[in-house]
């Protein structure tokens, strides 16, 4: 016996590196045939729900886990009270500066949420408030089982986006930016007065939602997978995938939809998804950021328009790709994506479907101009140094675009002034009126504002500059962000009339 463990002994020293070397090559030919396999399976690049295994399962209504939904008579407790704000926000929007030209603005109420803030506001064209709802994030999810990183993100979860119902009722979307993983909180719906909560919905919900003329809600999600799955090859770590999912009025869970997969299941248009990825691995440094498509904007084309736009059909959706600079359509019924554009837009926003045919969207980051930076330097050095304080990219400014998808032309553009600076680097919003008037969402300013079709600003709401130390960023300044603008007429909030 002693023989034989001294022979093994002496086996392992001398061979030890062969054994490793050995090991090393079983564990890469498994994650290689894994990755071949999940490259191969027919749009297997990643799953509609929570498990693997079940990749084509769609969650329905009946069978869906992560619905939380409640009859009227059992409504939750609604938000308790919390901390007192380390800013009084109250203070800061009626401090903010309004110019009004009431002849030719379209009028009514404005929408907004402010970053970090617990509260959403509703303000009229003087700049005040008319209702708040206070719903803070804690209150409605005291253990949150859907968030991985809860502890990361603290106190600084925000509402990233608000609508309204006629009643007063409020649809609320939740985010946490800048945790590094997960940044989805949620969604919830509340009364008027706040102080109950009607449903929620239990995902990594974010950004923006959209409520058809059916009372459908199309919203976007995203969740973390296997980097070796989203790219095909033996990689570590996880990426997030973005899912749009329609729910029923009452939050019941209706579809979801796997952006990925939609591409993979397009023959014109995955290729693109392929050269997206390949880039992604090409960078200098390799992979830089975990969030692979950075979805920010979901539509549904209505009906009633959607004979403007010959190449699609009535329920598609069209949702914009912030990371690959790209905007899409995807078919709900076949799950693929049927339409794709990478226009001289970047980093862009709120992409839309217009009554004319056209798509508006938020070019955040695709007018390089330094002549008009050099002018804004001397001009508006304030609003410009702000930008620079923040360390954000001063050579970009931002526009407006008006985009013909039948042309592939950009139609209508509005990229402010050396007098009215327009530079939001990230975030930020733009809504086209009724009226035909545009208005327009500066987030890292502060800055909402209307312009007609002669580009002339007829309403205008610049909050002041608070210090950033009650943003929870100390050592820094700017104007109060605001994440989330939308306007709305005075018929269609009837809860407000007095």
Known sequence: MK???????????RYRRLILIASVCIILAGGFALAKYEY????????????????????????????????????????SVDKKP?????????????????????????????????????????GHIVHTWHIPFDSVWPNPTHITNRAVC??????KSATP?????????????????????????????????????????????????????????????????????PMLGEGLADYIAILSPEGKELKTISILNAFDRSPLFRQALIQYLAFLLNQPGGLQRMDILHSNSVMKLEPKIA????????GQVLVSLRDMNAIAVIDPETESVVWFALGPWKRQHSAQFLANGHILLLDNQGLADEERKQESLT??????????????ETSYFSRILEYDPTTRSVTWDFSGSPELPFATSYVGDVQRLQNGNTMILDSLHGHIFEINNDKK??????????????????????????????RYSASDLPFLAP
Not at 3 to 13: E, K, Q, Y
Not at 307 to 314: L, N
């Open 165 to 233: 119902f006629p009643n007063g009722d409020l649809l609320a979307t939740y985010t946490c930016p800048g945790t590094g993983s997960v940044t989805g909180y949620g969604m919830a719906k509340f009364n008027k007065s706040s102080d109950k909560v009607l449903w929620t919905y239990d995902k990594n919900t974010h950004h923006n939602a959209y409520i058809d003329k059916t009372g459908n809600i199309y919203t976007l999600y995203h969740m973390p997978l296997p980097l070796s799955l989203i790219f095909h090859k």
């Open 40 to 79: 191969f399976a027919p749009h297997r690049i990643i799953p509609t729900t929570q498990t693997i295994a079940t990749a084509q399962t769609i969650p329905t209504a009946q069978n869906s886990a992560v619905i939380k939904s409640e009859k009227p008579s059992e409504e939750k407790p609604g938000p």
């Open 457 to 486: 600003v007829v309403w205008d709401c610049q909050l002041p500059a608070v210090d950033e130390a009650a943003f929870r960023k100390p050592d820094l300044s700017m104007q109060a962000r605001i994440f989330s603008a939308t």
């Open 307 to 314: 004979s403007k736009f010959p190449m699609f059909k009535a």
């Open 3 to 13: 023989r034989l463990v001294s022979f093994c002994t002496s086996a392992l020293r």
């Open 154 to 159: 603290g106190d600084k979860v925000l509402i």
């Open 379 to 392: 001009k508006n050095n304030n609003k410009v140094l702000n930008n620079k304080v923040q360390g954000e």
């Open 86 to 126: 380390l800013i009084n926000e109250d203070v800061l929007i009626n401090q903010a500066k309004i110019k009004y030209d009431d002849t030719q603005s379209y009028g009514g109420f404005t929408i907004f949420t402010l970053r970090y803030s617990k509260n959403v506001y509703i303000i009229d064209m003087q």
